[in-house]
């Protein structure tokens, strides 16, 4: 909740760009073509600044803070203010800020052969990212000829372990779900419909769908489940671990809530947990039913936040007969998120993917289940990493919101994207183009596989599987001993 | 009419005929029976296990003896008649058709059913409930009669608690316990007994042989969310 001052430079030449632009009224005209600036509802979003053709716009932070102390800083001054003002509880966007919370990814380095194992020229020699997510057979079946029997169990086929997070129609614009869909197609890889149920226009990926049936049910029918090529039960997220949705009526207009099959104007709410699932039994129970209903032809997900107890759950989700499990960490974006819940409610993504994979490797059940990781995945080599501490793909949300123009101004809940991304206003989500957008995410894809591949190269492996799991292949430092324990990697040099 | 012996046949042989008239017999407790059907009528004799009539897209289904828990769970369209009784979280997020409980139902009855355009979920109890009953109801319409309970108490606790929109109709004098503040209750005058209720209550007891007369008769509650207290006001902005 910084609050911020917009400034320009001399040599503005008065086009009023910036104004149009503005789209939660922070600059606006007056009758004698003037601009004027209200400093106190700018979000630094910054589409002013990038569209201003002379270039004299910019935004700082506001000087005039509050003094404040190491304790009581600016931010936490201004939220006692706003609830003394009104009585509610803090309502914001994007993942979770907690200052102080490590980012483990950026205290592990990786390995790189040298001499005797000698590294590989992804240029010259073939490298594959090819990922196949769901559960392994047990074993090798052979019919009276001795010819294997394919007894492969349904999954997921990845050309490179990178897929989209789960974001629903109603928390982003239809034009982010094409461009999210379009690129999944182009990348062979996949997108995620979350709670918002899947648009007409939009069936045709359904190769490269993951539907999602949440604790609301919203637009969930038969149809919808056989159009996902995996359906994904969420159980929670790691913005709000334990909260439920609630997609205010204002977002609920026209396709939306066709879509949803939800009334215009009418809220959405998503129950904190799903009634009807109080025990791993009942959560078999809905696997099941799930599978029963797709024909047993589609892996079926589960998707769950990263909390204290993530690995005992996650045991209870590999023997509840779903194919995969994906874990969201504290660091997962959202449309809206109580944001003390969102800052302090969970555990980091690295974690969660060690200690889930040791004990799912201890109990011998880890082939019964894929795993996919999300929550903070900001470049290739958080890629590499997290699928050395165990995951078999990640998902990215933010980082694919980024490559089609998000500031990260963490205003989402307001409905105002200037970006035209996390909005339903139609002139607003006319902003991005979805052509341009899927082109976009194909590139940063494609790079960061491209990137991947070198460290995999570098690494000796030729294989992206031969990573999973591989913590010889991680180092950590200025971590301490407990740290390293439940990574299970040793400390640089070590 | 096909039998179908459900512990020789298995479901791929209701799937196989589907939208014919089918008699499911010998269930003791096989579940997902009938799920997603579009079209047909099934009848089923035995007890169904969990997950009956789940997704179901059309068709009818009539069981002669006692479902289980999560039946008609997110259901979409078509007609399930129970003459027992139901378990637990029966019609969770069910959003179209209409499932007829002659006997009583369990816990978390109706959570979270809704309404979009010509799509209503209605659910109709014959007998009672247990708590938590329409919790979070979004749409729809739910009516438990308590026949054979006049004078007792028909639903249990937190009835009704965070719907939003939707009524839940209750053949009684006696409001449930600890209602929700966040919601209205009140006597349902005769106009809306006779356009609202009458016609869904008739429909229940002609599919199972009873006096429409007897199953309207006596008073009835409606319990509405209270739209001056909306969630609104839950959250700031920051």
């Known amino acids: ?494 | 009419m096909k039998v179908i012996d459900i512990r020789k046949d298995g479901q791929s042989e209701i799937r196989r005929h589907e939208g014919e008239e089918i008699l499911v017999k010998g269930c003791l407790g096989e579940r997902y029976i009938g799920e997603g059907l579009k079209s047909g009528r099934m009848h089923i004799e035995g007890t169904p296990g969990n997950a009956l009539a789940s997704y179901l897209d059309g068709g009818e289904i009539y069981v002669d003896g006692n479902v289980q828990d999560a039946v008609a769970d997110t259901m979409n369209a078509g007609l399930l008649a129970v003459k027992g009784s139901a378990g637990d979280a029966l019609c969770y997020g069910m959003r179209g058709g209409k499932v007829y409980i002659l006997g009583n139902a369990g816990y978390r009855a109706g959570v979270h059913m809704k309404a979009y355009e010509e799509k209503k979920g209605i659910l109709v109890i014959g007998g009672k409930t247990g708590s938590f009953l329409g919790e979070y109801l979004a749409g729809g319409m739910i009516i438990v009669l308590g026949l054979g309970y006049e004078g007792e108490r028909i639903t249990g606790y937190f009835c009704g608690n965070g719907m939003y929109s939707g009524t839940i109709y209750l053949r009684s004098g006696e409001m449930p316990p600890n209602l929700s503040e966040k919601l209205k209750s009140r006597y349902v005058g005769d106009m809306e007994k006779e356009e609202v209720i009458s016609p869904v209550v008739t429909d229940f007891a002609h599919r199972f042989g009873l006096s429409p007369k007897r199953c309207l008769e006596g008073t009835f509650i409606a319990i509405e969310p209270d739209e001056s207290k909306t969630n609104s006001q839950l959250y700031v902005a920051v």
């Open chain 1, 1 to 494: 909740m910084k609050r911020y001052r917009i400034r320009r430079y001399e040599g503005c030449i008065s086009c009023m760009k910036c104004a149009s632009e503005c789209s939660f009224g922070a600059i606006t005209t007056n009758g004698k073509r003037e601009l004027v600036f209200h400093h106190e509802r700018c979000t630094d979003c910054q589409r002013c600044v990038s569209f201003c053709p002379s270039g004299v716009l910019y935004i700082t932070e506001d000087e005039n803070r509050y003094k404040g102390n190491r304790v009581f800083t600016e931010d936490v001054i201004n939220e006692i203010n706003i609830q003394a003002e009104t009585g509610s509880a803090l309502l914001s966007s994007m993942g979770a800020s907690g200052d102080d919370i490590p980012i483990y990814f950026d205290k592990m380095l990786l390995n790189a052969s040298q001499v005797t194992n000698p590294s590989i020229d992804p240029l010259r020699e073939p490298m594959e990212t090819f990922t196949y997510i769901g559960k392994r057979p047990e074993k090798i079946e052979r019919n009276g000829e001795g010819e294997i029997v394919d007894n492969l169990p349904p999954h997921l086929e990845l050309e490179t372990p990178i897929m989209f997070s789960a974001m629903s129609y109603g928390a982003i614009s239809l034009n982010v779900q094409k461009a999210l869909a379009d690129a999944s197609e182009k990348l062979g890889t996949y997108w995620n419909t979350g709670e918002g149920g899947l648009h007409e226009s939009l069936y045709k990926y359904s190769a490269n769908t993951i539907v999602q049936v949440a604790s609301g049910r919203f637009g969930v029918h038969e149809r919808y489940l056989n159009a996902g090529s995996a359906i994904e039960i969420k159980i929670g997220q790691g913005a709000k671990p334990g909260i439920g949705g609630h997609l205010t009526g204002k977002k609920i207009v026209g396709d939306v809530s066709k879509t949803r099959m939800v009334p215009e104007g009418l809220d959405a709410i998503s129950p904190a947990p799903h009634h009807d699932i109080y025990s791993i039994e009942d959560l078999a129970e809905l696997v099941m039913s799930i599978k029963e209903v797709t024909g047993y032809k589609k892996p079926v997900m589960v998707k769950v936040a990263a909390v204290h107890n993530i690995a005992p759950i996650a045991s209870g989700i590999a023997r509840s007969g779903a194919d995969v499990i994906v874990i969201d960490g504290y660091r997962g974006g959202t449309g809206a998120a109580p944001k003390r819940i969102r800052d302090n409610v969970g555990i980091p993504i690295e974690v969660a993917l060690a200690v889930v994979d040791q004990r799912l490797r201890e109990e011998e059940i880890r082939d019964r289940v894929g795993v996919i990781a999300s929550g903070g995945i900001r470049n290739s080599s958080d890629v590499v990493k997290a699928i050395a501490l165990g995951a078999d793909a990640v998902s990215i949300g933010t980082a694919a919101l980024t490559a089609l123009g998000c500031h990260l101004c963490a205003s989402c809940h307001t409905g105002r994207c200037a970006w035209g991304l996390a909005t339903q206003d139609e002139e607003l989500s006319r902003r991005l183009d979805p052509e341009k957008g899927a082109e976009r995410l194909f590139n940063l894809v494609s790079a960061w596989t491209r990137e991947i591949k070198e460290f995999m190269g570098g690494m000796g492996i030729n294989s992206i599987e031969a990573l999973r799991g591989n913590r010889m292949a991680l180092k950590g430092t200025g971590l301490n001993e407990k740290e390293l324990e439940i990574l299970g990697i040793g400390y640089i040099g070590e």
